[in-house]
Nanobody, 114 residues
Framework: QVQLVESGGGLVQAGGSLRLSCVASGTIFFRLKPMGWYRQAPGKQRELVATITSGSTTNYTDSVKGRFTISRDNAKNTVYLQMNSLQPEDTAVYYC???????WGQGTQVTVSL
């Protein structure tokens, strides 16, 4: 059973940066998995932020294009989300997802202050 553990969240001022990490365990096939980052702000539905395929093709929601970068290190079973130029509207709990088997991590809080 795949397990996902996110880390790297925190409090940052507007314009700052954070890098989120998601480590997958319980699988030897991480390199084959499409992975995604999602977020859920208070009172809002969970939304897609970015995805990456096994071939490292990436896709982003419009609001983060040019600011966020998703990447993966298959040797470390890890997917990353580099977030630059953060804005208060980016405040949310960020979740990692194994898209193939619909497995979610526990989430990591990102808070952006003015």
């Amino acid at each position: 059973q795949v397990q996902l553990v996110e880390s790297g969240g925190g409090l940052v001022q507007a314009g700052g940066s954070l890098r989120l990490s998601c480590v997958a365990s319980g699988t030897i096939f991480f390199r084959l998995k499409p992975m995604g980052w999602y977020r859920q702000a208070p009172g809002k539905q969970r939304e897609l932020v970015a995805t990456i395929t096994s071939g490292s093709t990436t896709n982003y929601t419009d609001s983060v294009k040019g600011r966020f970068t998703i990447s993966r290190d298959n040797a470390k079973n890890t997917v990353y989300l580099q977030m630059n130029s953060l804005q208060p509207e980016d405040t949310a709990v960020y979740y990692c997802r194994d898209i193939q088997f619909n497995v979610w991590g526990q989430g990591t809080q990102v808070t952006v202050s003015l």
